[in-house]
């Protein structure tokens, strides 16, 4: 049994421990972690206390995978509800579709009960507002019919806010599940989807072989199909170890676009774990949590 998430997971990562180590389902077990983070103010990048997109509207993304049948569950651009890992669950168990997005997706979740959950604090507004003002120099911006596309290249950038809460596990019945949830880019353009909820991208998982997830930047793991990519290097044969530095070549030889950092977390079937940091400048954490393991631990992801 393992579980493995990003250092965002702190509000949530010892109810997963505890669950996984009583037996239950390991999707259940990171879902209801992963809730915890959501409902977290102090959680900046996920569910509640998470940034608005330009026009000032919280826009979340999520998704589930189930390794033992390859189903996932992904919900994008969810307006009103921040629990969009769980939406995503309904998503994998009550349609015949992978993915809902936009208005789609939040009808979705208010069609399942969901109730609308209030998102943007009134902190964050203000620090959203203050920066639109500070980059357009007026001081009422009207932002509904304003271009944004320019915008959008001057805000996100200095802010780097494009972190993300991933949980991965290999449960007692050795299923292995991967689930993400976001609020994306602070100041994204509204409608932008990150790798969260974008199977290959931000996560995938296979319970012959392992599971992989992505924070930071979604624009370069989209791109290089990240997640995927490390779950079908260790199909072929490679150990965990090298399908992760093969993900990061690709990473590495990406060109034009938007550039950053990226954080890779995987698993493989026999419990082998890897975190890196692929270049973002800071220094990144990392929770895990084994069969053996007296509480989960934050670690120091290796950078490169
Ligand atoms: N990795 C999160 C995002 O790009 O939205």
Not at 142 to 156: C, E, F, G, V, Y
Not at 172 to 183: E, G, P
Request: aromatic share 8%; glycine share 10%; net charge negative.
């Amino acid at each position: 049994m393992i579980v493995l998430s990003n250092s965002e997971a702190w509000p949530g990562i010892q109810d997963t421990a505890d669950m996984l180590d009583r037996g239950e389902n390991g999707l259940d077990a990171i879902i209801y972690g992963i809730e915890k983070v959501e409902a977290e103010p102090k959680v900046r990048s996920v569910g509640f206390g998470g940034w608005p997109n330009l026009l000032g509207d919280m826009e979340f993304d999520g998704a589930v995978m189930d390794g033992d049948d390859l189903r996932t569950g992904a919900v994008g651009a969810v307006k009103d509800h921040f629990h969009v890992t769980r939406v995503a669950r309904k998503v994998m168990e009550e349609l015949n579709h992978e993915i809902l997005v936009g208005e789609g997706a939040t009808r979705f979740a208010y069609e399942m009960g969901f109730k609308c959950s209030s998102p943007l604090m009134e902190e964050s507004k203000e620090v959203w507002f203050k920066k639109l003002q500070e980059i357009t120099n007026e001081q009422n911006p009207d932002m509904s019919t304003r271009p944004l596309a320019k915008l959008n290249t001057l805000i996100t950038d200095p802010e780097k806010v494009r972190d993300t809460t991933v949980f991965l596990t290999k449960d007692k019945n050795n299923s292995i599940y991967s689930a993400t949830s976001t609020s994306g880019w602070a100041w994204k353009y509204p409608g932008r989807l990150g790798d969260s909820p974008i199977v290959g991208a931000g996560f995938y998982a296979d319970s012959r072989f392992g599971a992989a997830a992505c924070t930071h930047t979604g624009e370069m793991t989209i791109r290089a199909n990240t997640s995927y990519s490390i779950v079908m290097a260790m199909r072929l044969g490679y150990s965990l170890h090298e399908a992760v530095d093969m993900a990061i070549a690709e990473l590495k030889s990406l060109k034009g676009g938007f550039l950053a950092g990226v954080v890779i977390h995987a698993i493989d079937k026999d419990d082998n774990y890897r975190v890196v940091n692929v270049g973002c400048e800071e220094e990144i954490k990392y929770w895990v949590y084994k069969t053996g393991m007296e509480r989960p631990q934050l670690c120091v992801a290796e950078k490169c």
